[in-house]
Structures are given as C-alpha cells and as structure tokens.
C-alpha cells in the first residue's frame, strides 16, 4: 500500500469513526493499522505527507536532551505544572488530572529542560477516556523578547489558554487529540493562527491503549506523527505567517479541564544530526 493509499485510507475511516458505532470505529481503525503494518513501506524523507509512515533518519538517538521514565517521584522536579489540579508519578507513569467536572481547570506541564531549536518529542500518551478531551503540545516556546518562559517579567499564567497562545510567549502548538471534533490542528503563537489540520489519530484508537506521540521539528519543517503514521505536516515557508520559530525553547503537555486525567509512560527530546 503506497502513502497514497494509506492516506485515503485514513481518511475514510476518520469517516467511518465519527458517523458509526464505538465498535465499527475501532474495526475501522484496526484495518488501516494492519494495513499499514503489513505494508512495510520505506521510510520516507522528512516532508512525508499525511497519512505516510515516517521514522525521521536523521534523529540522534544516541544522544537524548532529556529522558524520564517517570519511574521515580523525584523526576516531578524536571516538570513545572501550570493550573489544574494535580501532577503526579503514579505506577511509573506521570499522570496529568484536573478537576472532574470543572472544564475549565485546564492545565499546562512544561519541561524544564530547554529543547534544541531542531528537535524531535517522542513521549506515550493514554487518556482516560478517548472520546472527550482536548490535549496539546506547545514546543519551540519563548518570551516575546527572548526571554526563558519561566522568567518572572512574563505574565502570570494558570492555565487559561488565553495566556499561552494571545499574550507574551511566541511558538507553536499542535492539538494533538482533539476528542469528538476530528481534527489535529497546528497554531502559531502569538495570534493562534492556525496553519495546517489533519486527521486525529488518537480518537479512533481502543480505550486503554497507549500510543507513541512523535514531533519533529527542523526549521519551518513540522511533522506530528501518532505510532508513525502523519497525522499533521506543515512546511513554515518564512513568508505566509511571517519568520518560522527557528529558535530554541521550552515544551509544555497541555490538557483542556474536560480531559480530565491523562497517563505518560516516557518522555524523550532528542537533537537532530546535522
């Protein structure tokens, strides 16, 4: 099966999920995995498409920025949490809750450890529930002067999304699992200007899977793939949207107050090679 194919693929049983019965979506998605997986394409270059299997080749592997295992509760002092209700290490797993019921307690979770301006995110992500719930990654994130975003001259934040995407900080995020809308979306910050979609490969997974969140970053070169598949590609060209963020900063988990509670089992940040 060709990235064509597997993107068209795809897209019907995106159909398929959101117009069926929990059970022909997960049949659905079951048949494009196993598609995918007995077809074995080559790894494409890093402008691969939606839809396509990408495995980036020129990661440096050997050589992480960061690596947890979450398999210590001390590992809470690299993560800074930002509204919700609480951050925690429970069973090797860090666990990202707001309050039941409140939707608007959302939360962010930044990473201390300042991420290269080329980089690649890989961390595994299991909601309590897949059919509600909105969560996101921020990454190449910086004061508007520059500054780290733990600066005390920014503004306050407390997880109003407000004070992330329209205030002082510039960079990207990308809704990664957007529950029943359908859709992954990338932004650019300041401004929420979105500038790319594509299929939500999360949604549609079973309930109590775990599944391998992947972005890499090079320049203007975005790719967010879910278990290797693309779910969203943009190309920032330095002219639609203005200067691409080519500079280093700070990623954050991100999770809307009716995401309730979330599981992650690792976190890696790995350089490119140049």
């Known amino acids: 099966m060709n990235a064509q ?19 022909a979506a997960i049949a659905a998605a079951c048949i494009i995995i196993s598609s995918v997986q007995g077809a074995q394409p080559p790894d494409p270059p890093p402008h691969a498409s939606v839809g396509s299997r990408l495995v980036p080749t020129d990661v440096d592997w050997a050589n992480p920025v960061y690596k ?55 961390f595994s992500v299991n909601p309590l529930t897949r ?26 934040r407390t997880g109003v999304f407000r004070q992330y995407h329209s205030s002082d900080l510039n960079g990207y995020h990308i809704s990664y ?34 599944q391998i ?17 693309v779910s969203v590609a943009f190309d920032d060209d330095d002219k639609a949207h203005g200067p691409a963020w080519t500079h280093s900063g700070w990623i954050g988990l991100r999770q809307m107050g009716h995401t309730v509670r979330c599981e992650y089992d690792y976190v890696r940040v790995y350089p490119l090679r140049r």
């Open 5 to 23: 194919a597997i993107s068209s693929g795809i897209r019907k049983s995106w159909a398929l999920a959101r117009t069926s019965s929990t059970g």
């Open 213 to 229: 969140i992947r972005l890499y970053k090079r320049g203007g070169t975005l790719r967010l793939m879910v278990d290797d598949i």
């Open 131 to 156: 059919k509600e719930g909105l969560n996101i990654v921020f990454f190449s994130t910086r004061g508007h002067q520059g500054e780290s975003i733990f600066d005390p001259a920014l503004k306050p």
């Open 68 to 122: 947890t295992d979450f398999d210590d509760a001390s590992i809470l002092r690299d993560w800074q949490l930002e509204g919700g209700k609480r951050v925690s290490i429970q069973n090797g797993k860090l666990v990202l809750e707001s309050e039941p019921g409140e939707r608007g307690n959302h939360l962010v979770c930044w990473l201390k450890t300042e991420a290269p301006a080329d980089f690649l995110l890989e």
């Open 177 to 210: 699992w957007a529950g029943d809308r359908s859709t992954a979306n990338v932004r650019r910050n300041a401004g929420f200007k979105l500038v790319a979609t594509g299929p939500d490969l999360v949604w549609g997974a079973p309930e109590g899977k775990s």
